[in-house]
């Protein structure tokens, strides 16, 4: 089963602290494990060097001096905290004993480098230390001490045994917290998820309200609410797109549709049949322009992946364009200077770079006053090549400066609807340089003329 982001947050939460937890366990376990023993050897030292101070020699053997007494205490500790001694030769027979031995022995073992064993007696567990006995440099034999353990191993088995049981009960109180933590870690993200499933098409208005600390979910929210002014920016572009298209579509077609109905309500003359035909087929030119430029929009969107780029000259490129717009220029006796100060080849499509001139430079001959000139500048820029188109045409506003590429949309169309235009042609000047990777800019004075540069990218 597929568990929440919540529930998911909590379960890693735990899994980290609970091994976080079982760590911190497992070392003051041994902590208090390595202290309990440590004591218990301290204090086997401390009885083995009491002892090694009571010892005689008699003969070959060692024995223990004021024994009498010292039995007698004992004897008087066996039940409490016995302490269990022995004396062996050097090699390993017994020589005496505690009386709380009894008949038994404490396990002799041969000197390896341990003093301190783990071993048994009657039974129990003991701790027990062996340590040799020197005179003059000589060894003469060992002092065996040894402590039941039972008391430490009772100790540790009850703290092994509480935190066995507390580590459940642990684990259970950090998933509770760990769930009311990321409840409330990920409410931000709730009331994100809810505005944005209250935000559709016809309500792109709304947006989400931002955290008062500047952290990362503030983050998200700004760059949601950035994503949702774009997308509404970009619907109000498409319904304003879709409704000029419309209307430029349905102009030439009106036009069309009127003419038949003129020419169909009596019989006219061939001059006027002839007339109303040629109408005709201006508006279906026009319409057939409309169309082939709003294909070539949409196609542009896959166009990037098929780029033709090679080397081209962009002077020569400049003569092609105004080669074929040379009689517009004659017919408005519109002078062109082109100023070639730096005749070098770019990398980029010939086709899109044709577009782009083409359109530029028919704007320029379309919106240019008769008797004018229009100047193309090549320079170089910071080893980039550098092109301007000037004309001393009509300009334009500059609040409508930032709307010149928008599809369909002409400035002042109606103050000039002697010039012809479906208001494409900057739109896909645009995207072309876009797709090309070359800057472009506008600088227009109105009643003065306008200047679109082109700043291309370095080869």
């Known amino acids: 089963m597929a568990l929440t982001f919540k529930n998911r947050i909590a379960l890693h939460y735990v899994l980290v602290t609970a091994a976080l937890v079982a760590l911190a366990y497992l070392v003051v ?17 401390l009885q083995a060097a009491r002892h090694l101070t009571e010892l005689y020699v008699a003969g070959d053997s060692l024995r223990f001096a004021h024994k009498g007494e010292w039995e007698e205490q004992e004897h008087q500790q066996v039940d409490v905290a016995p302490v269990f001694v022995q004396l062996n030769d050097a090699k390993g027979g017994l020589m005496d004993r505690s009386p709380n031995l009894k008949a038994d022995q404490l396990l002799f073992h041969l000197t390896d480098g341990r003093q301190l064993v783990d071993a048994a007696l009657r039974g129990r567990a003991i701790r027990q230390l062996q340590a040799p006995i020197r005179q003059r440099g000589q060894l003469r034999g060992y002092l065996l001490v040894a402590v039941p353990t039972e008391p430490a191993r009772h100790v540790l088995d009850s703290l ?24 409330r870690s990920i409410a931000p993200v709730v009331r994100i ?3 944005t499933n209250r935000i559709t098409r016809d309500n792109l208005t709304a947006r989400i309200g931002l955290p008062p600390r500047p ?13 949702l002014g774009r997308v509404e920016q970009a619907v109000e572009r498409e319904k304003q797109f879709t409704t000029d298209a419309s209307h430029e579509l349905r102009t030439p077609l009106a036009v069309l549709k009127g003419t038949l109905e003129v020419l169909v309500r009596k019989p ?5 049949y002839v007339s109303s035909i040629q109408l005709g087929i201006r508006e279906i030119d026009r319409l057939t322009h409309l169309v082939d430029q709003l294909l070539l929009m949409a196609r542009f969107e896959s166009h990037a992946k098929g780029l033709n780029r090679q080397e081209l000259s962009v002077l020569s490129s400049v003569h092609d364009v105004l080669y074929r717009h040379r009689a517009d220029l004659e017919a408005k006796r519109i002078r062109v200077d082109v100023e070639d100060g730096a005749v070098t080849t770019v990398v980029a499509d010939p086709h899109l770079v044709d577009l782009i001139l083409d359109n530029l430079l028919s704007n320029a001959v379309k919106y240019s006053p008769a008797g004018s000139t229009i100047t193309v500048t090549l320079a170089l820029a910071a080893g980039r090549l550098r092109c301007a188109i000037r004309d001393q045409g009509i300009g334009i506003r500059p609040e409508d400066q930032v709307r010149i590429f928008d599809p369909l949309y ?45 700043l291309f990218p370095a080869a």
């Open 268 to 272: 006219r003359t061939p001059a006027e």
């Open 160 to 183: 092994g045994s509480v935190l066995l049981l507390s580590f459940p009960v642990v684990l259970l109180a950090l998933y509770g917290s760990a769930q009311w933590l990321a409840g």
């Open 410 to 454: 002409r400035s002042d169309a109606l103050q000039h609807k002697h010039i012809g235009g479906t208001g494409l042609g900057l739109s896909i000047v645009a995207k072309a340089c876009a797709l090309l990777g070359i800057e472009l800019a506008v600088e227009s004075a109105l009643g003065q003329g306008t200047t679109f540069t082109l």
């Open 29 to 45: 376990f041994g902590v208090v494990r390595q202290q309990v023993y440590a004591d218990l050897d301290r204090g086997l030292r």
């Open 193 to 195: 998820t809810a505005t």
């Open 215 to 227: 952290d990362e979910l503030h983050t998200l929210a700004t760059a949601i609410n950035g994503l």
